[in-house]
């Protein structure tokens, strides 16, 4: 409990820092010269060079363990932006986040290996995925007002600058607190060859199909990302409404997320109706105007609020023993592609078509391909459930 506590802590700073990024960087990059097509590049190559990042990480935290790779991933994110601060055109900007995308493509694989780690028990590998939820949300709500706060205080050099420290400092803490190994854990081991005379089972196949929920869910945010500030305006006022909505969106997130007892729903159960709902509230923003964009958030964050733990779910009983690392890694590959193509797409057809149309429409068809609740490994943690539950 003692190392969860700690990681939560980290996540907090880490995920704050992160956060306070999101209402800054469409209005900075517009000052810098940036158009709206240039903007979706800049933030869809953050997430591309997330790939071999993720595939890296996959192997290395599964060999070496969580430690390293969290200390490389903050203090070289942190010194990534205090290079940010300086940025005087446009392609400095692109190749920044690119260099940030493939450092920070270290940490979610890592933590999540982490957590899952700390216990063999489904349902406690559950509330330790919401805990990390909880925390990330928490750092969500308020760190996007914060940001545009410390803008509108410190300009545009000076937030990067803070933010920069800030990673860095997490970085070193994380450095002296996290251990190096955790003895005793049935997940969390160094993947090991086969010794002769005792073959291991064949890992199960793992079916592409349900990688294309992440990336589907992941293309939806790049476009909210997009096209929030965007729509927003410029200017201070501008990047303070993205704040206080950004922030109401996490509100929404925190709510459901401090829902315990919906971890004892199954998975498949909790992201149907997840999906559904974030696709209705996209809908509602291309298509009903008059209806508050506050208040769409917020339900759109609560259905996020049960959509990531339940994933988180879904995807350690997809993993096993010693694979942990590679299945959180594959799943953070998927979300990479898809927060790449939301915000490339978003910027290419915006003028033909609403960004929230195009996210109401990749939720649905994330929907539609999600495997029925009777298959496969849906099924068997249904049943892990259930036997915890009698």
Not at 237 to 256: D, F
Not at 303 to 320: D, H, Q, R, T
């Amino acid at each position: 409990m003692k190392t969860a506590l700690w990681l939560y802590l980290f996540l907090f700073l880490a995920f704050f820092d992160l956060h306070a990024q999101y209402p800054i960087l469409t209005p900075f990059a517009i000052s810098l010269g940036a158009g709206p097509a240039f903007i979706g590049w800049m933030m869809g190559m953050y997430s591309l060079t997330h790939l071999p990042g993720n595939l890296l990480a996959g192997v290395l935290v599964d060999r070496n363990g969580s430690r390293r790779y969290i200390v490389f991933a903050l203090t070289a994110a942190g010194i990534i932006l205090l290079l940010q601060a300086h940025a005087q055109l446009p392609w400095h900007l692109l190749l920044l986040r690119a260099a940030s995308g493939f450092a920070l493509a270290f940490l979610s694989p890592a933590c999540m290996t982490l957590l899952a780690s700390l216990s063999s028990d489904t349902v406690t590998q559950g509330k330790y995925m919401s805990g990390h939820g909880i925390i990330h949300t928490l750092a969500s709500v308020v760190s996007p007002a914060a940001g545009a706060f410390i803008v509108a205080k410190a300009g545009y050099s000076g937030t990067f600058s803070t933010l920069g420290w800030l990673l860095i400092f997490t970085g070193v803490m994380a450095f002296f607190s996290v251990p190096r190994h955790l003895p005793g854990t049935a997940l969390y081991k160094p993947v090991k060859p086969e010794q002769p005379g005792k073959p291991e089972a064949p890992a199960k196949p793992v079916s592409k199909r349900y990688y294309l929920l992440p990336f589907f869910v992941s293309c939806s945010q790049g476009v909210l990302f997009f096209e929030l500030p965007l729509s927003q305006g410029g200017g201070g006022s501008g990047i303070i409404s993205t704040g206080i909505l950004l922030s109401l969106l996490s509100l929404g997130a925190l709510l459901t997320l401090s829902l315990f007892f919906l971890n004892r729903l199954a998975p498949g159960i909790r992201i149907a109706c997840a999906l559904l709902g974030m696709a209705v509230c996209f809908f509602a923003l291309a298509a009903f105007r008059s209806i508050p964009a506050g208040m769409i958030l917020f339900i759109l964050g609560a259905a996020k609020g049960v959509l990531f733990p339940a994933m988180a779910s879904l995807f350690i009983s997809l993993g096993g023993a010693g694979r942990m690392g590679r299945t959180f890694s594959l799943q953070s590959i998927a979300m990479s592609l898809g927060a790449f193509a939301g915000p490339v797409a978003a910027g290419q057809l915006r003028d033909y078509v609403s960004p929230y149309f195009i996210a109401f429409l990749l939720l649905m068809t994330a929907l539609l391909l999600l495997p029925p609740a009777s298959s496969g490994r849906l099924a068997s943690y249904r049943s892990d459930l259930n036997s915890h539950a009698a």
